[in-house]
């Protein structure tokens, strides 16, 4: 398995979001139209602009928040609000987002919710909102107990990523679905379509997929244990990969706990 130092992986998952953004917000500005907030095609332009920059920048960046080295040593609690508030930032850009193309919609009296992009774009916002929810309620209020937090934690790291790959196809599946539609029905006067609004969509295609199977690889990186008591209360046994728990009996600790990395 490739694995690349983390920081500099950091670092070109952050410039491959922010290309992403830029390639997408030019091409709604250069070909199609630039941004308004008033029913038009020019209100739609900023769906795709805050649905990118939201659920898949904001959002994979709050995912990666526990892979930084920094957080591993002292206090966890700065980076639990810091990914709570990347993700809640992301949730505010994507419910603007949704009013842009819900509005478009309707000021066309165009149905609402005909596509399979739509379908999966709602679920995926849905499904986030109620991880947010359930996170901040698990890990964020000081009344949940250890157990339940220890429970939950797995469920929450499953649908995180989950969610984050639904992001993307939905994105990837937007993209497709708008450049079908003007396909040959759109034009903006004056401006000459070619290899560079081609670039401008199949661009941002090509990097989302490309950061969120990115995204994957810093897990490789090795992350000493850390001993949660929420763990052993639960008699989930331990959180860390290779970690031996005392709190097993022999024949328990010794299978199925896979050695350290060397
Ligand atoms: C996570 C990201 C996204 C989510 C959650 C999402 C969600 C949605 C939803 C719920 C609708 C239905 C609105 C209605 O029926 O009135 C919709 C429509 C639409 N979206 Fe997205 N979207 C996302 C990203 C994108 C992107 C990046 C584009 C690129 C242009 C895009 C293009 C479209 C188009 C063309 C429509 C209108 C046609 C249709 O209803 O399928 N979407 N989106």
Not at 192 to 201: E, K, L, S, T
Not at 219 to 229: D, G, M, Q, T
Request: aromatic share 12%.
């Amino acid at each position: 398995m490739l694995e690349l130092p983390f920081l500099p992986f950091c670092a070109l998952l952050g410039g491959l979001g922010v290309a992403c953004v830029a390639f997408v917000s030019a091409w709604c500005q250069q070909w199609r139209g630039g941004f308004a907030w008033d029913g038009s095609a020019r209100m739609f332009n900023w769906h795709p602009v805050l649905m990118v920059t939201g659920l898949v920048v904001l959002y994979g960046a709050a995912a990666l928040v526990y892979r930084l080295p920094f957080s591993w040593r002292g206090p966890k609690l700065p980076w639990k609000v810091l990914h709570g508030a990347l993700a809640l930032a992301a949730f505010c850009l994507a419910v603007p987002g949704l009013v842009a193309v819900f509005s478009f919609h309707d000021a066309r009296g165009t149905p609402n919710m005909y596509s399979l992009h739509s379908w999966l774009g709602l679920a995926t916002v849905l499904l986030f909102s109620c991880q947010w929810l359930a996170g901040f309620a698990s890990f964020l209020l000081p009344w949940a107990p250890a157990w339940l937090r220890a429970l939950y934690k797995p469920v929450h790291v499953f649908f995180g990523s989950t969610i984050l790959m639904l992001a993307v196809a939905s994105c990837v599946s937007g993209i497709n679905e708008k450049l079908f539609f003007s396909l040959g029905t759109w034009r903006r006067p004056g401006v000459q379509h070619g290899p560079g609004d081609r670039w401008a969509q199949g661009g941002p295609g090509a990097a989302l997929p490309a950061i969120r199977t990115a995204g994957s690889f810093p897990s490789r990186h090795e992350k000493p244990p850390r001993r949660s008591r929420g763990w052993r209360v639960a008699g989930l046994g331990c959180p860390g990969r290779g970690e031996r728990c005392p709190s097993l009996p022999k024949e328990k600790r010794d299978n199925g706990v896979r050695p350290s990395a060397p």
